[in-house]
Each structure stands twice: as structure tokens, then as C-alpha cells.
């Protein structure tokens, strides 16, 4: 099992199976975090003194006859690049620093973690299936909505006094809206229930650890 890297770090955690083995883990995460946080510092010193760089190539550049400039301006690029190299290596160290916390967190080491996450994790699930609940409700309502207005064409007086073919263009007016009107709910019913078996999964993952 491969501790030193982050995919590594990543694969290993979702075959932690004690606790035992999950202390050993986030001692590996912990010390991949603090290499993550060295590189991020050295990045720092670095782009720090890149601009006393940029001001020392002007000058010295100015003081040059002008073929002498183009070496002068091949180092200004050379050090924009590493500007950009330096910008780039940080934001990719923060950015797995914090899914690798992400996944320290979900990691308990003793029992009085683990079940403190177990109730947490509860706690979510319960929210997330109360969300749904509501989102629930909110679909019959437009439906029923969409049903009393598609009868109400089909039955009113219009309907009686007009073309069949205008009532037929008006039940697919008030068919497009209910499906317009249900769209994003129904995105969001669908992520919450993506959410609740993720939630479900983590709960049966931590329940097994002892």
C-alpha cells in the first residue's frame, strides 16, 4: 500500500478496515500534508523573489546595446515562465491539501471519533432526506397544478367555444411549463439522492471500523 503519495494516500483510505490501520493512515495523510505545506512555502520564497529578478533584468537590459537586449529579453520570458511554473505548483499543493484534509477528516483514529462522525454523518443524512421530502411535495404541487389547468382548457367554456385545435395548443403550452417548472427540482432531487447514498456509503464504512 502506497502511503507516500496522494493517489496513493487516496486509494489506501477506502481500504482502511480498523482502526488500527485508519491511525496508521492519517499518520502517512499527515505527513504528506506537511510536504504539501513545504512546497507551498517554497513556492512562496520563490515567486517572492522573482520581482527583484524582473527589476534587475530592466536595468540591466537598459544598459545594453540593443543585440545584446534580445539575451536580455529571453531571460524576462524565462522568468515569467517561472512565474507561472511557481503559480502553478502552489495552487495544485493547495488544492490537494484540501481534499487530503477532506479525507483526514472522514477518517476516524479511536472510537470516540468514530462514532462523533457517526452521528454527524446521521445528522446529514437525516437533512438530505428531509430536503427531499420538501422537494417532493414542491413536484406534486406543480403537477397537480399543471393537471387542474390542462382539465380546466379541455372542460371551461373557451374549450366549448373554440377549435379543438386551440385547446390541443393549450394543453401543450400548460405540458411545457410543468416540464420547465419541474426541471430544476427534479436536478436537485436527483443530487440529493446521489448525496444520501454517498452519505449512506461513508455511514456503513465508518460503522465497520473497530
Same mark, same amino acid.
Given at each position: 500500500?502506497?502511503?507516500?503519495?496522494?493517489?496513493?494516500?487516496?486509494?489506501?483510505?477506502?481500504?482502511?478496515?480498523?482502526?488500527?490501520?485508519?491511525?496508521?493512515?492519517?499518520?502517512?495523510?499527515?505527513?504528506?500534508?506537511?510536504?504539501?505545506?513545504?512546497?507551498?512555502?517554497?513556492?512562496?520564497?520563490?515567486?517572492?523573489?522573482?520581482?527583484?529578478?524582473?527589476?534587475?533584468?530592466?536595468?540591466?537590459?537598459?544598459?545594453?546595446?540593443?543585440?545584446?537586449?534580445?539575451?536580455?529579453? %529571453? #531571460?524576462? /520570458? !524565462? =522568468? +515569467?515562465?517561472?512565474?507561472?511554473?511557481?503559480?502553478?505548483? $502552489?495552487?495544485?499543493?493547495? *488544492?490537494?491539501?484540501?481534499?487530503?484534509?477532506?479525507?483526514?477528516?472522514?477518517?476516524?483514529?479511536?472510537?470516540?471519533?468514530?462514532? %462523533? #462522525?457517526? /452521528? !454527524? =454523518? +446521521?445528522?446529514?443524512?437525516?437533512?438530505?432526506?428531509?430536503? $427531499?421530502?420538501?422537494?417532493? *411535495?414542491?413536484?406534486?404541487?406543480?403537477?397537480?397544478?399543471?393537471?387542474?389547468?390542462?382539465?380546466?382548457?379541455?372542460?371551461?367554456?373557451?374549450?366549448?367555444?373554440?377549435?379543438?385545435?386551440?385547446?390541443?395548443?393549450?394543453?401543450?403550452?400548460?405540458?411545457?411549463?410543468?416540464?420547465?417548472?419541474?426541471?430544476?427540482?427534479?436536478?436537485?432531487?436527483?443530487?440529493?439522492?446521489?448525496?444520501?447514498?454517498?452519505?449512506?456509503?461513508?455511514?456503513?464504512?465508518?460503522?465497520?471500523?473497530?
Amino acid at each position: 500500500m502506497d502511503l507516500t503519495s496522494f493517489d496513493g494516500l487516496a486509494s489506501a483510505q477506502k481500504q482502511v478496515s480498523s482502526l488500527a490501520e485508519a491511525e496508521e493512515w492519517a499518520t502517512s495523510a499527515k505527513a504528506h500534508m506537511h510536504r504539501l505545506s513545504a512546497i507551498v512555502a517554497d513556492c512562496d520564497q520563490r515567486l517572492a523573489s522573482l520581482p527583484a529578478q524582473h527589476v534587475s533584468a530592466k536595468i540591466e537590459a537598459m544598459q545594453r546595446r540593443w543585440w545584446q537586449r534580445l539575451f536580455s529579453s %529571453a #531571460l524576462q /520570458k !524565462d =522568468l +515569467k515562465l517561472q512565474e507561472t511554473e511557481h503559480t502553478t505548483r $502552489k495552487q495544485r499543493a493547495i *488544492a490537494t491539501s484540501g481534499v487530503l484534509q477532506g479525507l483526514i477528516d472522514d477518517t476516524p483514529t479511536n472510537e470516540a471519533e468514530r462514532v %462523533a #462522525l457517526l /452521528k !454527524d =454523518l +446521521k445528522a446529514t443524512k437525516k437533512s438530505l432526506q428531509l430536503d $427531499k421530502r420538501e422537494l417532493g *411535495a414542491q413536484l406534486r404541487d406543480i403537477r397537480a397544478d399543471a393537471r387542474r389547468k390542462s382539465t380546466n382548457a379541455a372542460t371551461g367554456f373557451l374549450a366549448l367555444a373554440t377549435d379543438r385545435k386551440f385547446t390541443a395548443m393549450d394543453r401543450r403550452n400548460i405540458r411545457a411549463a410543468k416540464e420547465r417548472a419541474v426541471a430544476g427540482p427534479e436536478q436537485l432531487k436527483n443530487l440529493i439522492d446521489r448525496q444520501i447514498l454517498d452519505v449512506e456509503r461513508q455511514i456503513a464504512r465508518i460503522e465497520a471500523l473497530r
